[in-house]
């Protein structure tokens, strides 16, 4: 697949998609992105240094959303490739799953749609393990991206809901009505790293919790951890790497417990790491706290379960080579620190 010119990136806004856009504009390709408020353009482009200089103009800014069609066949225009990265990922756990399902869903395929009709030529769709790696029971998996997560299995929760739904939807409409469209997916887990700005995402927010002590003591959970600038690199590579229609790619760097987490905190930070908890919190004592909170609910189902993301794919196949977790861990904690988000 010969080089790109011109590219649409959804929210752009979000977290992942602020370090992608700053790659590409770096790489030279025209980007198109997408607000739902364009009040916050000017706050973007000095996000990515592209208010003046040699990248203002290849910098244009559309107001989209993802409830609602007007703008998408305007920021597609004239792009030969899409990177979907708009989907809501919510700090809390909401009332109702649709208010995280219809807007992922839904606003995967208007996206998709409005692709497909301005020619674009390859579509990469941010899913997540989220998509892969819930609802196979207890215990130790190890998981690639052939597994799916199985939405009949009990306390599925609805950010895991959104993001499975919303992928099988995109590839069921590409089979159906894509037309050549080549299609396929990023599927990160955790999600740390730089820190740009008060407007991060809501996994930086479990770094942060810890930082504030407003975690007391430490759960027996853990998950996945890569760096967000590996999962912009890992787009990059499979927006332009040839015959990789239907394709799945996990980000991931490694497993990570989270008292783990709170302990590279604790060596690499010193007094600025001083409320990151220490104690381990008893397994009953989640299920019991989990009988009032459903953030402590989301958690108890989590108790013990090691889910190990492997991304011998994306290596194998893209050349692909994440830092290591620690690395991601760090850096979250020094920028919300410097930015005074502590």
Same mark, same amino acid.
Not at 215 to 239: N, S, T
Not at 253 to 279: D, M, N, S, Y
Not at 318 to 330: D, K, N, S, T
């Given at each position: 697949?010969t080089?790109?010119?011109?590219?649409?990136?959804?929210?752009g806004?979000?977290?992942?998609?602020?370090?992608?856009?700053? =790659? %590409?504009?770096?790489?030279?390709?025209?980007?198109?992105?997408?607000?739902?408020?364009?009040?916050?353009?000017?706050?973007?482009?000095?996000q %990515?240094?592209?208010?003046?200089?040699?990248?203002?103009? =290849?910098?244009?800014?559309?107001?989209?959303?993802l409830?609602?069609d007007?703008?998408?066949?305007?920021? /597609?225009?004239g792009?030969?490739?899409?990177?979907?990265?708009?989907?809501?990922?919510?700090?809390?756990?909401?009332?109702?799953?649709?208010?995280?399902?219809?807007?992922?869903?839904?606003?995967?395929?208007?996206?998709?749609?409005?692709?497909?009709?301005?020619?674009?030529?390859?579509?990469?769709?941010?899913?997540?393990?989220?998509?892969?790696?819930?609802?196979?029971?207890?215990? #130790?998996h190890q998981?690639?991206?052939?597994?799916?997560?199985?939405?009949?299995?009990?306390?599925?929760?609805?950010?895991? =809901?959104?993001?499975?739904?919303?992928?099988?939807?995109?590839r069921?409409?590409?089979?159906?009505?894509?037309?050549?469209?080549?299609f396929?997916?990023?599927?990160?887990?955790?999600?740390?790293?730089?820190?740009?700005?008060?407007?991060?995402?809501?996994?930086?927010?479990?770094?942060?919790?810890?930082? =504030?002590?407003?975690?007391?003591?430490?759960?027996? $959970?853990?998950?996945? +951890? +890569?760096?967000?600038r590996? &999962?912009?690199?890992?787009?990059?590579?499979?927006?332009?790497?040839?015959?990789?229609?239907?394709?799945?790619?996990?980000?991931?760097?490694?497993?990570?417990w %989270?008292?783990?987490? /709170?302990?590279?905190?604790?060596?690499?930070?010193? #007094?600025?790491?001083?409320? $990151?908890?220490?104690? #381990?919190?008893?397994?009953?004592?989640?299920?019991?706290?989990?009988?009032?909170?459903?953030?402590?609910r989301?958690?108890?189902?989590?108790?013990?379960?090691?889910?190990?993301?492997?991304?011998?794919?994306?290596? #194998?196949? %893209?050349?692909?080579?994440?830092r290591?977790?620690?690395?991601?861990? &760090?850096?979250?904690?020094?920028?919300?620190?410097?930015?005074?988000?502590?």
């Amino acid at each position: 697949m010969t080089s790109p010119s011109r590219i649409l990136v959804t929210g752009g806004s979000g977290y992942i998609a602020g370090v992608l856009i700053r =790659q %590409l504009l770096d790489a030279g390709w025209q980007v198109h992105t997408t607000l739902r408020d364009p009040s916050r353009e000017p706050a973007l482009r000095r996000q %990515l240094g592209a208010a003046t200089g040699d990248t203002a103009d =290849q910098l244009r800014c559309f107001r989209a959303e993802l409830l609602a069609d007007a703008g998408w066949a305007e920021a /597609a225009a004239g792009c030969s490739h899409v990177a979907h990265l708009a989907s809501p990922l919510p700090v809390g756990v909401p009332r109702d799953a649709n208010e995280l399902i219809v807007p992922a869903r839904d606003g995967a395929l208007r996206v998709l749609r409005a692709a497909r009709d301005a020619g674009v030529q390859r579509f990469v769709m941010t899913s997540s393990v989220a998509a892969i790696a819930y609802g196979h029971g207890p215990g #130790e998996h190890q998981l690639t991206e052939a597994d799916w997560t199985q939405l009949a299995a009990p306390g599925v929760p609805p950010y895991v =809901q959104s993001k499975t739904l919303a992928e099988r939807a995109a590839r069921d409409w590409v089979a159906r009505e894509g037309g050549g469209l080549e299609f396929c997916t990023v599927n990160p887990s955790v999600v740390l790293g730089p820190v740009a700005s008060a407007d991060h995402s809501a996994s930086v927010v479990i770094v942060q919790s810890l930082l =504030q002590g407003r975690i007391p003591a430490l759960p027996r $959970v853990g998950f996945g +951890v +890569v760096d967000v600038r590996d &999962v912009a690199e890992l787009h990059r590579r499979a927006l332009t790497a040839p015959g990789l229609a239907g394709e799945r790619f996990i980000a991931c760097g490694g497993f990570w417990w %989270l008292r783990e987490i /709170a302990a590279v905190l604790r060596a690499e930070l010193g #007094e600025q790491a001083r409320k $990151v908890p220490t104690r #381990e919190l008893p397994d009953w004592s989640v299920r019991l706290l989990a009988l009032v909170s459903p953030t402590v609910r989301a958690a108890a189902a989590e108790l013990g379960v090691v889910r190990h993301q492997r991304s011998d794919h994306a290596r #194998e196949r %893209l050349g692909w080579v994440p830092r290591p977790p620690r690395e991601a861990i &760090v850096q979250t904690a020094r920028d919300l620190i410097a930015l005074g988000l502590v």
